[in-house]
């Protein structure tokens, strides 16, 4: 495991190719980490789109995933990381880091920049509420037709006292059976 | 039927053809399928939720809960990242063990999905000839473990028991009576006529397509990408073995089955190496774990400290584990990221929107790709 | 080729069989490391909890047993719910007594009421493994082993 000093002493060309190609001024900082080839680009919200394009020209081509990060006591925001690696480079990884409002979560959408976003974006909606702008089929995913709650992965919200009261009739241990009416008859679509 | 509006059908979350617990809503056009939606969630528990509810020694009991199929990548990719996050190293004994409990889930998982390949073909009792050389490895982990399907062999900091005194013999038995079974399938099954007429030129994702759609696994290496995660970031003790990446040419649903038999091939010969060198005697195989991760630097100095990554290549493709802890016996956060998703959402579009797929097709291409639902829903 | 599937097939077809009688024929498939149902020496539980806090599972209740327990002043003593135990263990690993230990007594052998192969409670248990040279099940990990596997590493 090199550490963040070992690792920064000798001239790390991917590190340097990131810096070149991504959009002066769009981001806040470049750092490598304690894991080598993995990079975290900082940056604000806004230019999460540029960015994007920018590291995708650059040759991180294989989009991971997105993470969202509740740092509610801590400070007031979701963390949302955006892994990218690149096949092309032979495995690199980049993160992307960037916050956005508790209380207004908003950012631009990347979906068209990689197709595999589209469908996080739709997860971190239903798990964290986190709006994307742009994208125009944020719905419930996974939890369709099993979740009536707020978001349940928001550090703010007891999931399972709420489960317990809605699914479970308040008990833990022995579950009532709960009958729900059937769902309306759906026309053909 | 041809003609006029598409008709609408739902495929699984039972039907035989459907890759377990997730439903596919499928657009018919007289038998063409026009598009397929995919429907996930049969299987949530929020097990990101729940993880951070517990202690993080616990949570290794969660971890390889989300896939039946390969429990020991998923279970190997949360301890990795747990020791990351509290700078323990495991014992080099413990290394080695894990990377061959990981490799013998990736035979075992491979061999499961042989069964669900031949459920989809119609071939029916050939591949049940994999469901046996599965046995054997359960009964492998059953001898080494102590349990067949989820084993919590690793910890935080090394394995949990001692291995067993003859696990050399047992593991080279295990592999020379589980083997056999593979070439046989190999020769009956794969090399089949009616099984390469049935699956060959469908479902092709050919090139550097593949990466855009972000697949990953073997169905990345099918299509002739040389990407494994094993090799290119190694993890455990991969860096000093050697083996190879096996690569397909076509990038069809015949080319990932060659792909995924020659993978069970490279893994045979990494325990192979691997199982020498370990020695039962050797009492260090566990060092113990402080009861709190190092602390926390406040938001925004993060990344050095406080967090902790690992990146592994299960059966199925790459698998990452993200834990932040700040200074309590229980995760903050726990993210798990994980193969499947873009197997059956944006490689599924672009096959069906590229290729004339029929019904009868569609369970061979899902198939094919060997996705494992669980790891969607979590 | 299609011949050799055939002759492969009838290869495989002189095999025995994978598949088990359980329970008529064969008993539930173990090694001996196998986890299975738990042992509680309650001579030796001191009712601190530690087990209840670390499962994973929320499977254990603490009962109050009346009687003669010197070394637990509360009386109170883990009970196993067995549809929720994932038999992971950590139980076993964490109790600081070495009171709680695993058998590998497992499956149906665990839910049977057929009285002749039913588990009896532990204490019968106990009772089995502290007369008997050869119990009819193995114990397979105790405290006691892996306080001696930490020790010998120092
Ligand atoms: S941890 Fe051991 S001593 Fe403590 S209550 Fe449980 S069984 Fe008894
Ligand atoms: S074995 Fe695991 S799940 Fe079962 S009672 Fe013990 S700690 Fe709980």
Not at chain 2, 105 to 110: K, L, Y
Request: aromatic residues 10%; charged residues 30%.
């Amino acid at each position: 495991m090199s550490t963040v000093e070992g690792h920064a002493e000798g001239k790390d060309e991917i590190l340097e190719l990131i810096r070149r190609s991504l959009p002066p001024g769009k981001f806040k900082e470049v750092v490598p980490t304690r894991w080598p080839r993995r990079y975290i680009v900082f940056i604000d919200a806004w230019a999460i789109r540029p960015v994007m394009e920018a590291l995708k020209a650059a040759g991180f081509d294989r989009f991971v995933a997105i993470e969202a990060i509740d740092w509610y006591n801590i400070e007031p925001v979701f963390e949302l990381l955006y892994y990218v690696e690149s096949v092309k480079l032979g495995g690199p990884l980049v993160i992307v880091r960037t916050k956005i409002p508790r209380n207004n979560p908003e950012i631009d959408t990347i979906r068209d920049i990689y197709p595999l976003a589209h469908w996080q974006e739709i997860e971190n909606y239903e798990f964290f509420g986190i709006r994307f702008r742009g994208h125009p089929d944020l719905r419930l995913w996974i939890l369709e037709d099993n979740w009536e709650g707020p978001p349940p992965l928001r550090k703010d919200f007891d999931t399972v006292k709420y489960v317990l009261e809605t699914y479970y009739g308040g008990k833990k241990w022995e579950r009532p059976v709960k009958r729900r009416e059937p769902p309306p008859p759906r026309g053909e679509e | 039927m041809a003609e006029g509006k598409p008709r609408m059908i739902f495929l699984g979350p039972q039907h035989p053809g459907a890759p377990g617990n997730v439903a596919f809503k499928v657009w018919l056009k007289g038998e063409k399928v026009v598009k397929a939606e995919l429907v996930p969630g049969f299987l949530h528990r929020g097990f990101e939720k729940m993880m951070e509810n517990r202690w993080w020694e616990v949570d290794v009991v969660l971890s390889p809960r989300y896939c039946v199929e390969d429990p020991d990548n998923f279970e190997l990719a949360y301890v990795l990242a747990v020791e990351d996050l509290f700078g323990v190293e495991a014992p080099e004994k413990a290394r080695i063990v894990r990377t061959i409990v990981a490799e013998m889930s990736r035979i075992q998982s491979h061999l499961f999905w042989l069964m669900h390949m031949g459920g989809a073909t119609g071939a029916r009792y050939i591949p049940a000839w994999a469901m046996a050389a599965r046995e054997e490895i359960l009964r492998w982990y059953d001898y080494v473990t102590g349990h067949r399907i989820y084993h919590h062999y690793m910890t935080p900091g090394g394995i949990r028991w001692n291995v067993p005194k003859d696990f050399k013999e047992v593991t080279l038995k295990t592999l020379n009576r589980v083997m056999p079974m593979v070439k046989d399938i190999e020769d009956a099954f794969v090399n089949n006529r009616i099984l390469r007429a049935r699956t060959e030129g469908i479902g092709v994702i050919k090139g550097y397509v593949a990466v855009q759609l972000n697949a990953t696994g073997p169905t990345l290496r099918a299509a002739g990408i040389k990407y494994d995660v094993r090799k290119v970031d190694p993890y455990e003790a991969y860096g000093d073995v050697d083996f190879e990446i096996p690569t397909g040419t076509e990038g069809d649903a015949h080319d990932r089955i060659v792909v995924r038999i020659r993978e069970i091939y490279q893994s045979k010969h990494i325990i192979e190496q691997l199982v020498e060198r370990v020695k039962p005697d050797d009492l260090n195989y566990r060092v113990k774990m402080p009861l709190l991760p190092p602390p926390t630097l406040p938001w925004p100095a993060v990344a050095r400290h406080g967090e902790g990554m690992s990146r592994v290549e299960a059966a199925r493709g790459e698998a990452m584990v993200h834990v932040v802890g700040i200074k309590d016996r229980k995760p903050y956060r726990v993210k798990l990221i994980t193969p499947s998703m873009p197997l059956l959402t944006t490689v599924m579009d672009y096959i069906i929107e590229h290729e004339d797929v029929t019904i009868a097709d569609l369970p061979i291409i899902v198939m094919s790709l060997d996705p494992c639902p669980p790891d969607i829903d979590r | 080729m299609a011949l050799k599937a055939l002759l492969l097939g009838m290869k495989y077809l002189f095999k025995r069989p994978y598949t088990m009688l359980v329970p008529e024929k064969e008993p539930p498939m173990t090694t001996e490391k196998t986890r299975g149902r738990h042992l509680l020496d309650m001579s030796k539980c001191v009712g601190c909890r530690m087990c209840q806090m670390v499962c994973p599972a929320d499977a254990i209740k603490m009962y109050k047993v009346e009687g003669d327990f010197k070394q637990n002043p509360k009386k109170i003593f883990p009970g196993i719910d067995f549809n929720r135990c994932t038999f992971c263990a950590l139980c076993v690993e964490v109790c600081p007594t070495g009171a709680l230990s695993m058998t590998d007594i497992t499956g149906w052998y665990m839910t049977t009421t057929d009285t002749r192969t039913n588990l009896r409670s532990p204490y019968d248990l106990a009772a089995e493994l502290a007369k008997n040279e050869k119990p009819d099940f193995r114990v397979t990990i105790t405290k006691q082993t892996f306080l001696y596997q930490t020790k010998k590493r120092g």
